[in-house]
């Protein structure tokens, strides 16, 4: 939704006459206003500086850095902030400042700065941009972007201009791998987003998260997989949208978060007085087939899921103990450990390795050390005086074996008559079953089968405008889906948008709707 | 009644000019208005010409511009006139031709002060 602005400011920005306000706000030392350590209990003190909140390593909330305020050295700033077309997904939003050295303020030590930044003009360092304008005698500005350097901030000494680019913290979704199997049986996507951000150390007050409406079955992110990657197809599965906002706050959207208000009512009537330019798209945004494939996980029931081959013996010394691990060909769900009594799980033991001598198997005592989603490691203590070979093991549990692939294909026929076919495919493992990938691939033929229905639009600035945002443009209704801003002297403060037209459509709500009236039933 | 460059008086120019300096950009709309957005202040450019100067009138503008150069600081620059007046501003200062049309012992020469409002 637009962020919120006073009546004056909507006022000034569209006057003909406008004074653009700014403002860039650089961490450069990286440091932070709680304290630079993370509260631990028996070490820190309460009342100390140690924060609560942000864990250590966590991916950072904006707010937490202490930045210098470069606003009178910038020359120019340009962002961008958008969702990811057609099917949704994760989306990062990026940022550049061109800013001012003449006076050498930002010249890095190693090329002769002497200035109180000198060593610290790095990557990776924090920094916000807000707009607005200048009226009633002050700066007005709304919060624009929140991000981190991305590259070393470019100079050189005959241009006495630093440009300075980076990325919104989405960015660290693409270096950070899960250090530890996640593994989860009937959730929502909502539910499992939340997961994986708390597994990044972020704070529930970092995140907003719909609950989303797939309910994902059996998943499992193996450890290794990288964030970025789990978390655009639990996104693209939804047909929903995860993205830093405005202020650096994550968000996730469900398919369902523009359906109800205020995103379905318009947000700002465009008058023909803002936009500078409207330009048509070419058809590569054109859908009009739309095939799915999943591999489908099902829960099995409990089953033997391991047997030790034969003349796979191994030995336990005799009061001592041994450690093996067991590899499973599936992810397990439940495991049922081995006794020597068990009629599912057991094992026997014997004093050769054959297992013709003597049974040895009330002396092994058997221990779960760590159950992993496709291995186990079990410690098997011998109390006897003599060695032990454990000649027999079975294992038995529930298992999430793929049970065959999934296959939906969907296409408009009067978009294939009339524009040839346009075909659009979805690999994605968190798609279940045949009625979500056919609702998925309605929706995307009813957004992207027709021409008409995108538009780029050049305007005057809006700095409140954010996606998402429902406008009404030329007599229709369209959704914002991407906003590239530009601040610059040469060309003014505008703004590219990329809209998705849209009929607004109300749906049928328990207790509020009438059976037979006009509300429509959710995808 | 005084041109103080730097806290220091220096001549009076021959022909003095005064022009705006403002950052814009313009955008005509689809509804054929013609928009503006205004970057920063507007800021003030002075021009000061001077003919058959003597050499230690413009030695004295030349150490303020030397100072300036060697300690990159603007400088402030007001006038006291009559009906011309400047209120105490800082700027920044290009001498950059001497012309000499007059040698001989005294080396009279010409040449153009520029003051940019910082």
């Known amino acids: 939704m637009v962020q919120s602005v006073s009546s004056a400011f909507t006022a000034e920005e569209r006057d003909t006459v406008r004074s653009i306000a700014h403002s860039l706000q650089v961490s450069w030392k990286k440091d932070t206003n709680i304290g630079n350590r993370t509260f631990t209990i028996g070490v820190s003190l309460i009342g100390g500086n140690d924060g609560i909140g942000i864990n250590p390593g966590a991916i950072g909330g904006a707010s937490i850095y202490n930045y210098f305020d470069e606003s009178e050295y910038v020359m120019s700033l340009a962002w961008e902030h958008g969702l990811k077309m057609p099917a949704g997904g994760l989306t990062k939003a990026m940022a550049e400042a061109e800013i001012d050295n003449t006076s050498g303020r930002f010249t890095p030590r190693y090329m002769g700065g002497n200035s109180e930044l000198f060593t610290s003009v790095l990557p990776s360092r924090p920094f916000m941009i807000s707009a607005g304008f200048e009226f009633e005698g002050i ?10 350097g991305t590259r070393q901030p470019r100079t050189d000494a005959r241009s006495k201009r630093l440009l300075f680019q980076g990325a919104d913290y989405v960015d660290f979704f693409q270096n950070r791998y899960l250090d530890q199997e996640i593994m989860f049986t009937a959730q929502f996507t909502g539910q499992v987003i939340e997961t994986l951000f708390q597994s990044l150390g972020m704070s529930t007050s970092q995140y907003e998260v719909d609950q989303g409406i797939n309910i994902i079955p059996f998943g499992l992110f193996e450890k290794g997989t990288r964030f970025d990657g789990i978390i655009d197809d639990l996104a693209q599965a939804e047909y929903g949208h995860v993205f830093q906002d405005e202020t650096g706050k994550f968000k996730f959207w469900d398919r369902q978060h523009w359906d109800t208000a205020p995103y379905n009512s318009v947000q700002r009537l465009l008058l023909t007085g803002q936009v500078i330019n409207a330009e048509a798209p070419d058809t590569d945004h054109l859908i009009n087939v739309v095939e799915v494939n999943a591999p489908i996980r099902q ?11 034969p003349l796979s013996s191994f030995n336990v010394p005799s009061n001592s103990f041994t450690e093996q691990f067991f590899e499973f060909q599936d992810p397990v769900l439940a495991l049922t450990d081995p006794t020597s009594s068990g009629t599912v799980s057991y094992f026997v033991a014997n004093s050769l390795a054959d297992g013709t001598g003597t049974d040895v198997t009330a002396s092994i005592t058997v221990k779960n050390v760590g159950t992993f989603a496709k291995s186990v490691k079990y410690r098997f203590q011998n109390n006897s005086a003599s060695t032990a070979y454990i000649t027999q093991l079975v294992l038995s549990g529930r298992v999430a074996k793929q049970v065959g692939d999934l296959y939906y294909r969907e296409k408009d026929d009067s978009s294939v008559t009339a524009y040839q076919e346009h075909p659009y495919k979805i690999d994605n493992p968190y798609i279940q079953n045949a009625s979500w990938a056919a609702s998925l691939s309605r929706m995307l033929l009813n957004d992207f089968s027709d021409i008409e ?15 998402g945002d429902l406008i009404s443009w030329q007599g229709r209704y369209w959704r914002v889906y991407n906003i590239r801003s530009k601040l610059d002297p040469d060309v003014g403060f505008v703004q590219d948008i990329m809209v998705l037209q849209r009929t607004i459509t109300t749906y049928f709500r328990i207790g509020m709707s009438t059976i037979g009236g006009s509300d429509k039933i959710a995808p | ?28 709309t689809l509804d054929g208005q013609v928009n503006r957005d205004y970057f920063g202040d507007n800021k003030r450019v002075w021009r000061l010409q001077y003919k058959t100067t003597n050499a230690t009138d413009y030695a004295v503008i030349r150490a303020i511009y030397n100072s300036y150069l060697s300690n990159a600081i603007a400088k402030s620059w007001s006038v006291t006139e009559p009906n011309y007046t400047i209120s105490a501003t800082t700027v920044h200062i290009d001498l950059i031709e001497r012309g000499f049309n007059v ?16």
């Open chain 1, 453 to 467: 229905n995108l538009q780029k639009l050049t305007i005057r600035a809006i700095p409140e405008l954010q996606n």
């Open chain 1, 299 to 309: 829960k099995q029931p409990a089953q033997t899921i391991f047997n030790l081959p």
């Open chain 1, 139 to 148: 700066d007005q500005t709304v919060p624009e972007f929140a991000g981190v």
């Open chain 2, 1 to 28: 009644m005084a041109y103080i460059l730097d806290g220091t008086e220096i001549r009076a120019p021959h022909e003095l000019s005064e022009k705006n300096d403002s950052q814009y950009a313009q955008n005509r």
């Open chain 2, 103 to 118: 040698k001989g012992e005294d080396y009279l020469s010409n040449f153009d002060l520029i003051l940019t409002e910082a």
